[in-house]
């Protein structure tokens, strides 16, 4: 009982107030980030809820007077063409995507399986352009563009997305590498041909990275406003929607808040139910 006694006597070790006090800084600066996140898109919100004559009298951050104020969705919808920039969007995304997909495996899995004289060569050729501002390329780019008479049309964008990057490559790699060469073997004494081992063992360990990589080039596509504006500027995107509201209408900033709203929402709803995907297909890349 002495011993207990003199335990509860002593003073708090240095540590374990070190320890607080760590922990009470790291929450104060998560709750600093949370809120410097999330306040931009409650004040967007806030304005969208009011009419022009309200924001204009009573400012930013008062309370609408009419929490269920849809007008300005409403017009933002209709004037933004939104349903034509979702449409044209979702054609974007349902064909780049799978195709940029099946161009990144490919590629993986060549650099990953074969040696070749100029395999470094091709891996280099990925590599560079990232460190290239992609500014620098773009006259050459429209060019390239304009003489295959793709201006103007969506297969522009098409062909501009299903380019592979050096970073899915990197990702498809990482879980290429941990699957034994001895199945590759044993597939090719049975009779598989390369198309065979590619198809059927080594795309099956790929879903875990194929699936961060077609979350990252959806929401890639879906938010790009230069490319849709610089190669294909009459077809309406979602993102190139928003520039209807530039101009005469920039004042109106409940119109224009509506409307980002209406374009930023489908981002969060995927991000907030497909981001286990995003984390997990990265981290499990960098472990194995």
Do not use: H
Not at 70 to 84: H, L, M, Q, S, W
Request: with cysteine; proline share 5%; aromatic share 14%.
């Amino acid at each position: 009982m002495s011993k207990v006694k003199k335990m509860k006597d002593m003073p708090p070790s240095p540590f374990v107030i070190n320890n607080k006090i760590g922990r009470f800084c790291i929450y104060f600066l998560l709750v600093i980030g949370v809120i410097g996140v999330f306040a931009p898109l409650f004040i967007i919100l806030n304005v969208s809820l009011k009419s022009n004559d309200e924001y204009m009298m009573k400012g930013v951050y008062s309370i609408p007077e009419n929490i269920m104020n849809f007008a300005n969705y409403i017009r933002a919808f209709n004037e933004g063409k939104f349903v034509t920039g979702f449409m044209n969007t979702a054609i974007l995304v349902l064909i780049s995507v799978p195709l940029a997909i099946l161009f990144g495996t490919m590629v993986a899995y060549t650099l990953s399986r074969f040696n070749f004289k100029c395999k470094m060569l091709v891996y280099m050729a990925f590599l560079i352009p990232t460190f290239i501002p992609g500014m620098t390329v773009t006259i050459a780019t429209f060019q390239i563009i304009k003489t295959l008479g793709l201006y103007n049309s969506i297969f522009a964008g098409i062909i501009l997305y299903i380019g592979t990057d050096i970073m899915q490559i990197y990702i498809f790699m990482q879980f290429i590498n941990q699957v034994p060469k001895a199945l590759d073997e044993s597939a090719r004494i049975d009779g598989a041909s390369r198309l065979q081992i590619y198809y059927k063992i080594i795309l099956p360990q790929l879903k875990p990275a194929i699936a961060t990589t077609v979350i990252l080039k959806l929401l890639g596509i879906y938010n790009d406003f230069f490319t849709p504006y610089m190669y294909m500027p009459k077809i309406k995107t979602a993102a190139t929607g928003l520039y209807s509201f530039s101009g005469d209408k920039l004042a109106e900033w409940p119109l224009m808040s509506a409307a980002i709203i209406l374009v930023a929402v489908p981002t969060i709803i995927i991000y907030v139910f497909l981001q286990k995907y995003i984390i997990s297909g990265v981290t499990d890349g960098a472990v194995k």
